[in-house]
């Protein structure tokens, strides 16, 4: 009987350490602390992002259209909304893309903050707010498409 208690508290105990190493794990790979939106502008694609644990810092950021990369920012442009909505103590977090030549139709372009970890060994990217979708007319202009619902 003793045996039996102590192997199910040798598994709760394992349970319980392999879920912490989880989670710091995925904190330190995909950290909560990055914020931002993007939407289709006269320009192209652009918006804000800021990192919470580093509101000093200029966020590194990567523009995908359909799945394909397209091109890297820093978010150091000015947008004074940022620090008026209280996400930021300085206006310095704003990024902008050009749209590059697409066909006729639908299409969805997405954000991502780029993070790194490890002493820089690991990259990855958390999304900055919504998918933007975008129509591009048949004179190659483009529009944002309003979500439905």
Known sequence: MKLTHALIAKSIAETILV???AIVFYLSAFPPYFHGWGEVSAQGISG???DQSSPWRHVDVQLFIDGQFVANASANQS???VVSAGWSQDEWHGYSFPLPLLAE???EARVYALHSSGGGVRQT?????????ILIDDRGRQSKVEPSG
């Open 19 to 21: 879920g912490t190493l």
């Open 105 to 107: 139709g639908f299409h």
């Open 79 to 81: 947008r004074p909304d």
């Open 48 to 50: 804000w992002a800021v």
């Open 125 to 133: 990217l958390q999304l900055l707010g919504d998918p933007i979708k």
